[in-house]
């Protein structure tokens, strides 16, 4: 937390992003859901502010410790299938929060992977390096290897690689490339600039090709390496400067 933060009215997203508890967007979730109370009330305004040292935050019924000194951590994981990228699930399901690594740091995904899908996810404490990662505006790498359903020929990517629309909204274009074709199955390499909600399932789907898997190798300079399911490792700090510039 920096020194000009300190007696400012911040956006309450915000502040949960910077003491490290959760993504702005995850913050957000947190909000809808009545799990943020400021000075003992629920949370239930978007917009509203607090002011560091004066009010009191706690996320899900867990006081907020805003620290100004906080070392960032950050990790590459190999998110399961069939598990949630949220930290916990009403329902009981299996959650990414499950394969965390043993450390003091209170980590949180930096965005999110679909339930059936896996590969590559980062975990960090900072929430201002997890926001340049996961806007749009900063334009990060994400690379895919998926397979859909069916022998698509190259002609048919033309729409992905313009730019797909996907209810209705224009998405930045698609870079992929067909690997190979197996049974009837065919396997692809594609990047994306941003991850809308079950972007990639959506756009193969509306040019025919339903998906039936995801794997994320790549996000930045940041690979997927020999990680197998459920391991984690730390990045070195050579890594993390890499993410950020």
Known sequence: MKNRDIGVPLRIQKVIAKAGVASRRAAEDLIRAGEVSLNGK???????KMVIGKDHLSVEGRKVEISRKQKTEVYALYKPKNCITTLNDPQGRVVIKDFFPKTSARL???GRLDYDAEGLILLTNDGDLANKIMHPSHKVLKGYFVKVRGIIENKSLSELRRGPVIDNRSHQPVKVKILHTVNAKTWLELFLREGTNRQIKK??????????KIKRFQIGPILLGDLLSGESRALCAKEIEKILN
């Open 203 to 212: 756009m193969f789907q509306k040019i025919g090709y339903p998906v039936q």
């Open 42 to 48: 629920i949370v239930n305004q978007m917009g509203q």
């Open 108 to 110: 949180f995904p930096v």
